[in-house]
């Protein structure tokens, strides 16, 4: 176990140069940083002596081993555009994105496997028959679109939610929450749903089609044959031989509803770092995106080695392997 | 339970209108000021910002016209044509309660023209500021700057003592690796002081109960929001959670004005979008046609200036919010008159074809448009309009939109054959826009003008303009210039762009041409 999870951290540190190397690849074409940093009023030297001291003249790779160097040491620079420490930055908008990605994730979740097993158990009814064609539009409509939708009914026409922000936050020894206040959580439902429906609509078919496909197994008969409760063979044996893709699956969608969250929180200025990325982007504030591109992919890094380590948990065929070894 | 939070709402209540009349408005605009160091950038969301914060020695109107504000009058030395002379407005107090002396202006001057500096090339003729006595400033020049004052009304006034003992007298840098106390922290003398910031999301000012001016501002309290998506701006506007809308895209503009309970106020914004293109001997990167440049014949560019249907765009693309120009400056510039502004009110594609054939190029030629798409109103979308209007006369035009970050670099650099831009003109002067856009690009001069349009006779002129003090020998100077740039069709101007904010009809607010609405100057209907 303890080498397997060491042989998994050296492959992420791989993993983490690999995007790092890739990103700064991309961010010359993304455009030139001093372009939006410098008014029209500036003249040509201007230019040349702010890329000087940026150090945008250097070679790709002498700025890429700089950036490596002091992001070895915890230090990712200052922002172009608001000019303050890029790690302070990213943490001060990061509670506001795991708050609204945890929400979304726990709806997905809890929804997406309630309606699962109910589509399984029941295939042929009617109401399995609506949340399957429901499903598909959640799949396929995209989050933009869902958000502005929601926008339009449950803050300008009814006028029941907020439309954007995050509402009052409580500081919790420097963790701002916005569980803690009514606004807070009110600003928090549109936008978790916004973000929850794709996955949610993904952990329904995926429940539903492992489930279908377990049920049909020998062993479940053999169970019914024994004369085992409904509720035994479908909750106790069924459900938890889904569960392995199901974790997988949800694990890593956790991840990219963190790292893609950027859609929704542009949709609704959720002040996380999602719009702190995209904001970036649009002036070609390296420091904060080569930060921010580093920290989601620590953060599949880590989803991965956990979701890894659940296996173990619900699978025993794995420990036993493991064991072997 | 009940009883409790009614007690305190009411005593909150009781509280909040403290004040005779407390008066809240919520702003929003697409984003937020960078930093609230006044000297460190020069951008306009980020003045438009300060201004409530801190003030400048002169100021703009909605009209456009120089007024007083920190400074009560101005005037060039008597006796040497080259020294300004700055009456400091008395009885000022910053926010700390420190009194605002020359003093502090001369600090102010210096800091915002030094090195570090976002604002120094405004003040790039200054050889040094003096304090005369406690309440006049001395600004010496290189040479006699008539236009000096136009340059003052983004350049604020902080606190030397303050900014001192904050350590804060270097002007952060981007790139810099050190945190600066002014980036985060004021102390102004406007009529709003600052509560709290939470850059991205909420900004929150109070009124100013000391502020020099005698009438005071309706507005007691701001917040100001910024929300980056258009939709999602115009949604908060229309559920009722703000009460102000800066940036409202034109598409919306019809549909709020009809909108029970909402004003929308237009008015035109002091710029210019234009194309500008190639025009000299050098074959074009672009074209088919490789051996010469089909630009630097003038018929061509008068035929692509004919080919255009200005007013078309506006209908069209901008749906009515643009005011179609026929020259490259905004009407609120000296130097503008309504013959220059004068534009063919419908496209002549037969004649423009007579001038291509006439011109050699009965067939027309291919070449690239470069357009950003995030710059200003529509910009692409023009672009576009552009594309099929000179498809008609047979100039087969391939559009190349980017970025405004990738944009610019193509201008600055000359890497472009034809392109979109927009020109904001701050100093209220054609100088600004014959100094950039028209000069030949030679050291200080012509640092937006990849045209390779070269004028010596032309830039003698333009030069002689930033140190004439004979206004009238002056202004006849701009009108040889700009005839000469009509004549030579150096810039194809398109329209001025159109501002609209949006609001809640209890609220007056006028469109400022530089988009730098002042809430101090809203008005409450009742």
């Known amino acids: 176990m303890l080498a397997f999870i060491l042989r998994r951290l050296a492959q992420s540190i791989i993993v983490m140069a690999v995007v790092a190397l890739i990103a700064f690849m991309l961010f010359r074409y993304v455009g030139d940083p001093v372009a939006s940093l410098l008014g029209q009023d500036s003249r040509l030297e201007d230019f040349e002596e702010l890329r000087e001291r940026l150090g945008l003249n250097d070679p790709f790779y002498v700025q890429f081993g700089r950036f490596i160097g002091n992001a070895l040491q915890g230090e990712f620079g200052i922002s172009y555009r608001l000019q303050q420490p890029v790690s302070e930055l990213i943490i001060s908008r990061l509670p506001a994105t795991i708050e609204l990605a945890f929400a979304s994730a726990t709806i997905a979740l809890v929804f997406g496997l309630t309606l699962g097993v109910f589509t399984a158990l029941k295939p042929r009814s009617f109401a399995s028959g609506v949340i399957m064609t429901l499903s598909l539009v959640g799949v396929s409509l995209p989050t933009f679109l869902i958000g502005i939708g929601l926008i339009y009914v449950f803050a300008v026409e009814l006028q029941w939610l907020p439309s954007f922000g995050r509402g009052e936050v409580v500081d919790i020894g420097g963790w701002r929450t916005g569980l803690l206040t009514e606004t807070g959580l009110r600003s928090l439902i549109l936008p978790a749903i916004t973000l929850s429906l794709f996955q949610l609509t993904l952990i329904m078919r995926l429940v539903r089609a492992e489930m279908l496909e377990v049920l049909r197994q020998d062993y479940i008969r053999f169970a019914r044959a024994r004369g085992l409760s409904k509720r035994a063979i479908n909750f106790g044996h069924a459900l938890k031989n889904t569960m392995v893709p199901v974790i997988t699956i949800t694990g890593l969608q956790l991840g990219s509803v963190i790292a893609f969250s950027i859609v929704t929180e542009t949709v609704f200025q959720w002040p996380g770092v999602g719009s702190l990325f995209i904001n970036s982007v649009q002036v070609v504030d390296v420091p904060v995106m080569a930060a921010y591109l580093m920290f989601i992919a620590f953060v599949f890094v880590v989803i991965n080695l956990i979701v890894d380590i659940l296996y173990f948990a619900v699978d025993p065929r794995l420990r036993v392997g493991a064991g072997r070894r | 339970m009940r009883k409790l939070l009614i007690t305190a709402s009411v005593l909150a209540l009781g509280l909040a209108i403290m004040p005779a009349s407390a008066e809240t408005i919520r702003w929003a605009r697409n984003s937020d000021a960078l930093t609230l160091d006044p000297h460190s950038q020069n951008q306009g969301t980020t003045h438009t910002f300060s201004h409530h914060i801190y003030e400048t020695l002169v100021d703009r109107d909605v009209e456009g016209n120089l007024i007083p504000r920190l400074a009560t009058e101005w005037s060039v030395k008597e006796d040497d044509p080259t020294v300004w002379v700055f009456k400091v407005r008395e009885g000022v107090k910053f926010h700390d309660g420190a009194e605002l002396t020359a003093e502090d202006v001369v600090f102010s001057l210096d800091r915002a023209r030094s090195d570090k500096s976002n604002l120094k090339q405004l003040h790039s003729a200054v050889a040094s500021v003096t304090a005369v006595d406690d309440f006049t400033v001395e600004v010496k020049m290189t040479g006699p700057s008539p236009l000096y004052p136009n340059n003052l009304t983004n350049t604020f006034i902080m606190d030397k003592g303050w900014t001192e003992t904050n350590n804060a007298v270097e002007v952060q840098q981007a790139g810099s690796t050190d945190d600066n106390y002014a980036v985060r922290n004021t102390n102004g003398t406007g009529p709003y002081i600052l509560v709290s910031r939470d850059p991205d999301v909420r900004s929150v000012l109070k009124i100013n109960e000391n502020h020099w001016a005698e009438s005071k501002p309706a507005i007691t309290e701001i917040i100001y929001l910024p929300i980056a998506d258009n939709a999602t701006r115009i949604a908060a506007l ?76 506006k209908q069209v693309v901008m749906r009515g919010q643009a005011v179609p120009t026929g020259v490259a400056t905004p009407p609120f510039v000296n130097g503008w008159t309504p013959e220059l502004d004068a534009y063919p009110e419908k496209a002549d594609a037969a004649k423009a074809k007579e001038l291509l054939a006439e011109a050699g190029y009965p067939d027309g030629f291919t070449i690239t448009l470069d357009t950003p798409n995030n710059r200003y109103v529509n910009d692409e979308a023009i672009s576009q309009a552009i594309v099929g209007m000179l498809g008609q006369i047979g100039i087969k035009v391939t559009l190349a939109s980017r970025p405004v970050a990738q944009h610019s670099p193509l201008i600055q650099n000359a890497e472009t054959d034809f392109y979109l831009l927009g020109w904001g003109v701050p100093t209220f002067d054609s100088a600004y826009i014959f100094n950039d856009l028209v000069h030949t690009k030679e050291g200080q001069y012509g640092a937006y003008n990849p045209s390779g349009y070269s004028n010596p006779e032309l830039d003698k002129k333009i030069q002689s303009l930033a140190t004439e003090i004979d206004v009238e020998k002056r202004n006849a100077t701009i009108a040889e210039i700009w005839k000469t740039v009509q004549e030579d069709r150096v810039l194809l101007p398109i329209h001025n762009q159109v501002l609209a904010y949006a609001m809640k009809d209890k609220f007056t607010l006028a469109v400022h041409p530089e988009n730098q609405p002042r809430i101090y100057e809203v008005t409450i209907n009742d």
Do not use: C
């Open chain 2, 238 to 313: 229309l559920s009722g959670e703000v009460d102000l809308v800066q940036d409202v895209p034109v598409q919306d503009v019809e549909r709020l004005a009809g909108t029970a309970g909402i004003r929308v106020e237009t008015g035109p914004e002091n710029r210019i979008i234009y194309f500008g293109y190639r025009l000299g001997e050098e074959p074009l990167k672009s074209s088919n046609v490789t051996d010469k440049n089909p630009l630097a014949d003038s018929k061509v560019r008068e035929a692509m200036h004919l080919a255009i249907d200005r007013n078309a765009i």
